[in-house]
């Protein structure tokens, strides 16, 4: 009852301003310790308990990769060009970064089936490189100013 | 003389065939638990893992190829390919490999729990037998014509695989009789289990 009480909770105020999956799927990856696999999120453990908070969190990051499983490549490319807005990073920086280290990687649930986690990697994959070339077609903020003397 | 020795060499045949059928050994029934547990893992891999409609369309959905194809680059095109391919060999492998698991089962433990009709039986082992061939079949399609070639034949093996799933569900369904009950109310026709 609890878990139901705190992921409802946690729906409420914090995710609720997430409205992609893949922005939920990498805050809520972020709230577990890498060292034992639990979540932790201050606010919600005081308001109802630890347990309670960690399964809540659990709960909606299982929710958030099942919703990236049954996105679509237009989908998630809409939702990487939302996320890295979001994240106000230079985007070729971006890129570089998640083509390198694939953060996405570690943010898989707990109990995902292999399949579901290389399907998703795979189109963030290819989602990228979409990206990639769109931002390489577009011209860059400063180009037109350096280019507007020789024109 | 040369009757003779023939039906000497058949009688022969027959006696040796005798010995080798009362020498092979049956499934022990003692400590076969470990089996079962696997079989119960196989089967929910296959329904909760592999099986799952959403999962299938979106791997072979021809949508995402259009997307790319229409709004990329045909360096894209081919990745997107590609990785599809991969996916889709993949998805084929497990398939095949977490059913020929449940057969394993059924082979050696199965009818020692479950009372499964002759006819049943039968289904079930031409279930197997349409499956490993469409997972053969599909693998050389796959490798051949790409992620979209063989549409049909992804059709027949999850349809298959839905038959054996049930058969199986019953087989097992004394580890875990709760989840039997919902999975037979979310059941939908001859579609696995999800």
Known sequence: ?151 | MIALLLYLLVGVGLLVFLWLLARRKGAPVEGCGRQFVEARQALRTLQEGLLPDNLIQRIFDRDDFRYVMASSPGDIGELFLQERKRISLMWVRRVRCEIRNLMQFHLDYSRLHAKLSLLTEIRLGLDFAVLLLACRALRILLYLRGPYGARAVVGVMTTAAGRVCAVSEESLAFLNPLALESFRRDSTGDGAAI
């Open chain 1, 1 to 151: 009852m609890d878990v139901l009480a705190a992921a409802d909770d946690l729906r409420r105020r914090t995710l609720v301003e997430m409205t992609q999956p893949l922005e939920r799927l990498i805050y809520l990856a972020s709230m577990r310790d890498y060292n034992t696999g639990l979540y932790y999120h201050q606010g919600l453990a005081t308001r109802f308990s630890e347990e309670a908070a960690c399964e809540a969190l659990a709960g909606c990051h299982r929710e958030a990769f099942e919703e990236l499983v049954d996105a679509s490549l237009e989908e998630l490319v809409h939702e990487l060009e939302a996320y890295l807005q979001n994240t106000r990073v230079a985007p070729s920086g971006f890129i570089a970064a998640w083509k390198g280290l694939e953060p996405y990687r570690v943010a898989v649930p707990v109990g995902i089936d292999s399949l579901s986690s290389e399907l998703v990697f795979s189109n963030l994959k290819v989602a990228l490189a979409i990206l990639e070339s769109r931002l390489a077609a577009r011209p860059e903020p400063g180009a037109s100013r350096h280019l507007s003397p020789v024109q």
